[in-house]
């Protein structure tokens, strides 16, 4: 059975500082993994990674993978309150249509 | 672009009423959409996928006959939870992919949240 495995569950930090959010997966066929950022309401897309070892970068968050250990990350660096969200790791594996496996989401949590 | 909606936000029904949710992709077209249900602060399950034109592919579990499908068209699906029941009771995520784009992307509306009484 596809897994996808987050950790840590829950983080709560300082503004300024940065974090590193974890994303590790178990699937048949991989095809690529996806990051989402979940605030109040539906999740709102951040990455696509298919190749391993390419860094994707959009401001202050940037995310890699590693197709042989299997597991990417989520950086944001200089946090802010606004980054207090869920964020979640959705992995595609190539059987069947295009569904995504989700992990359980990270609650990140930025104190002023 | 790529911009989903659902519709109704927010919906407050009886125990045994049937609710209608829609979901919409404004500015592309779909040929893919999924229904998802999440309950609070856990990760978005998956109940099915949604082709335009043919049945929907439920998960395992799932009742097909309790949480009916049509995607009548390649911007609309609609998912009506039938003969409701407090347990139904969920924030309730429609996403599509793009059909022209031909990537994994998929794209979130902004979610229902359903309470059944």
């Known amino acids: 059975e596809d897994k996808v495995v987050q950790s840590p569950l829950s983080l709560v930090v300082h503004e300024g500082d940065t974090v590193t959010l974890n994303c590790s997966y178990e699937v048949t066929n991989f095809r690529s993994l996806l990051w989402y950022k979940q605030e109040k309401k539906a999740p709102t897309f951040l990455f696509m990674l298919t190749s391993s070892g390419i860094e994707k970068k959009s401001g202050r968050l940037s995310s890699i993978l590693d197709k042989k250990e299997l597991f990417s990350i989520l950086n944001i660096t200089a946090t802010q309150t606004g980054d207090s969200a869920v964020y979640l790791c959705?992995?595609?594996?190539?059987?069947?249509?295009?569904?995504?496996?989700f992990g359980q989401g990270t609650r990140l949590t930025i104190n002023p | 672009g790529a911009v989903v909606s659902q519709h109704p936000s927010r919906v407050i029904c009886k125990s045994g009423t049937s609710v209608k949710i829609e979901c919409r992709s404004l500015d592309f077209q779909a040929t893919t959409m999924f229904w998802y249900r999440q309950f609070p602060k856990k990760s978005l399950m998956l109940m099915a996928t949604s082709n335009e034109g043919s049945k929907a592919t439920y998960e395992q579990g799932v009742e097909k006959d309790k949480f009916l499908i049509n995607h009548a068209s390649l911007t609309l699906s609609t998912l009506t939870v039938t003969s409701a029941h407090p347990e139904d009771s969920s924030f309730y995520i429609c996403s599509a992919v793009i059909l022209a784009e031909g990537t994994d992307t998929q794209y979130f509306g902004p979610g229902t949240r359903l309470t059944v009484l």
């Open positions: 959705a992995v595609k594996a190539v059987q069947g249509a295009q569904k995504l496996v």
